[in-house]
Nanobody, 119 residues
């Protein structure tokens, strides 16, 4: 069974930075898309960013220019570098994979990592 383990979250002041990691216990190089999602208290989980095996990336509008997604296929890890953090970025962050042309995630959700942006 594939396991995804997210880490790197924490409490940070507005304007600060964090680097999240998502480690998989299987090879991710053949997975078309690895995405980051987040879920704020009382809200539905939302998509944040994607990195594909072509090397392309895309971002939700509110994080463009502030977040950078990357993948290290050799180490089966996906990263989310977050800068200029805002209180509205507070959420539990998750990663997951998708096949080409699908919006359905292919792995069980991990436990996520909590990001809290507050002064």
């Amino acid at each position: 069974q594939v396991q995804l383990v997210e880490s790197g979250g924490g409490l940070v002041q507005p304007g600060g930075s964090l680097r999240l990691s998502c480690a998989a216990n299987r090879h991710i190089g053949s997975i078309y898309a690895m995405d980051w999602y987040r879920q704020a208290p009382g809200k539905q989980r939302e998509w944040v960013a994607v990195t594909t095996y072509y090397g392309t990336t895309n971002y939700e509008d509110s994080v463009k220019g502030r977040f950078t997604v990357s993948r290290d296929n050799a180490n089966n890890t996906v990263y989310l570098q977050m800068t200029s953090l805002k209180p509205e970025d507070t959420a539990v962050y998750y990663c997951n994979g998708r096949t080409s042309g699908s919006s359905v995630v292919i792995f069980a959700w991990g436990q996520g990592t909590q990001v809290t942006v507050s002064s």
